[in-house]
Nanobody, 119 residues
């Protein structure tokens, strides 16, 4: 089992910045990648960014150049730095951990943190 706790969401004006954090605990040895997804009202959950244990990153096209995913292995924490925020970035942001243990792939999710971009 892996537990994920997100923090850092809130209200920000257009053009502003926020940094989300996701702390992992539990069976962290089984994690091979972590990432962020988001879900806006009435829309499907979508990929924001992912980072592997080898520090390979992947971003959704609309986030490239504005968002940066990073990790601190000593703290078992993944961050999402969000700059130049737009109203359309408003959503609940979820942390995700991808694990592989006993020949089984399992995804874990955090509880979500609200990001609202509005003037």
């Amino acid at each position: 089992q892996v537990q994920l706790v997100e923090s850092g969401g809130g209200l920000v004006q257009p053009g502003g910045s926020l940094r989300l954090s996701c702390a992992a605990s539990g069976s962290i040895f089984s994690i091979y990648a972590m990432g962020w997804y988001r879900q806006a009202p009435g829309k499907r959950r979508e990929l924001v960014a992912t980072i592997t244990n080898g520090d390979s990153t992947n971003y959704a096209d609309s986030m490239k150049g504005r968002f940066t995913i990073s990790r601190d292995n000593a703290k078992n924490t993944v961050y999402l730095q969000m700059n130049s925020l737009k109203p359309e970035d408003t959503a609940v942001y979820y942390c995700n951990a991808k694990t592989f243990v006993t020949k089984t792939f399992v995804d874990y999710w955090g509880q979500g943190t609200q990001v609202t971009v509005s003037s």
